[in-house]
């Protein structure tokens, strides 16, 4: 079992910047490959970013790709998420998840799940 808590999320302005953290339960957090998904009101939930089990490896959604990047630290039990020049159509309630697998992008493919943090920008 691992417990997912979310937190970092706010109100900020268009271009600005806000670093995600999602800390995780039990020592068996660097078993899981890591993944942040994003779900914006009357829209369904999207992948966003995934990082391999050890942090070597990662993995964007192209609508993200060169602002966001997502990193962990096993010591930690923690998974970041740093998104910078955000835009109004990041708002968003944001989901980190683990998986047993790297570059998962489906919802399903994922096993545990935090209760997610707000964002929202305003323009």
């Known amino acids: 079992q691992v417990q997912l808590v979310e937190s970092g999320g706010g109100l900020v302005q268009a271009g600005g910047s806000l670093r995600l953290s999602c800390a995780a339960s039990?020592?068996?957090?660097?078993?899981?490959?890591m993944g942040w998904f994003r779900q914006a009101p009357g829209k369904e939930r999207e992948f966003v970013a995934a990082?391999?089990?050890?942090?070597?490896?990662?993995y964007y959604a192209d609508s993200v790709q060169g602002r966001f990047t997502i990193s962990r630290d096993n010591a930690k039990n923690t998974v970041y998420l740093q998104i910078n020049s955000l835009k109004p159509e990041d708002t968003a309630v944001y989901y980190c998840?683990?998986?047993?697998?790297?570059?998962?992008?489906?919802?399903?493919?994922?096993?545990?799940w935090g209760q997610g943090t707000q964002v929202t920008v305003s323009s």
């Open positions: 039990g020592r068996t957090f660097s078993s899981y490959c």
């Open positions: 998840a683990a998986a047993t697998e790297f570059r998962r992008v489906a919802i399903s493919q994922y096993d545990y």
């Open positions: 990082i391999s089990w050890s942090g070597g490896r990662t």
